[in-house]
């Protein structure tokens, strides 16, 4: 259960310093999901075997997997846009 916890924490902290590092949209949304993979390790290694883990656990892939295509039409639509995935071009799209 130690080898669980100790991956859950190296793939939260990779996540966090690809948000905390990146520039680019794209890359900081997958750095997102490497954090909600670590997230769900790590509940999945305190809950055991539990069928309330394993529900949990699905119901937060269904609301990722609704994320990822929302938030992918939203990077195409910013792409047609601006022509780049630098997120330091957003300050254009101010009123």
Known sequence: MNQYLLLSLILFTIGLWGVLRSASLLK???????MLAGINLFILSLAGDGA????FIMFVWLISVAEISIVLALFILLYRKTKTMDINTLNKLKW
Do not use: L
């Open 28 to 34: 900081i949304f997958m750095s997102v999901e490497v």
């Open 52 to 55: 309330k883990s394993s529900v």
